[in-house]
């Protein structure tokens, strides 16, 4: 007894329109990063949904790489968000006009 691949993608594709949501409509950097998060998380379980389906370690290959890459952005994304903050006190995403003239 098992699970239909479409239940699983179903809920990627919730997972992954909640992060757009999030993405489109908050101003807090931080929420904006965890909203990244869960659409990078969505698509990694699509990715692994379809290479049990096919039957390969391709999708799990990629979850990896992709993981790595949210693993990079997290790091790099809150040291930008640590130091506007130290500069601007705020973290929201209007109030900040740094490449502005």
Known sequence: M???ISYYLLLSA???????TGVLTR???IVIFMCIELMLNAT???FVAFARQLGQGDGQVFVFFVMA???AEVAVGLAIIIALFRNRETVDVGEVN???W
């Open 44 to 46: 990694n379980l699509a």
């Open 98 to 100: 740094l490449l502005k």
């Open 14 to 20: 919730i997972l992954f329109a909640i992060g757009v």
């Open 2 to 4: 098992t699970v239909p």
């Open 69 to 71: 890459v949210a693993a």
């Open 27 to 29: 101003r807090n950097a």
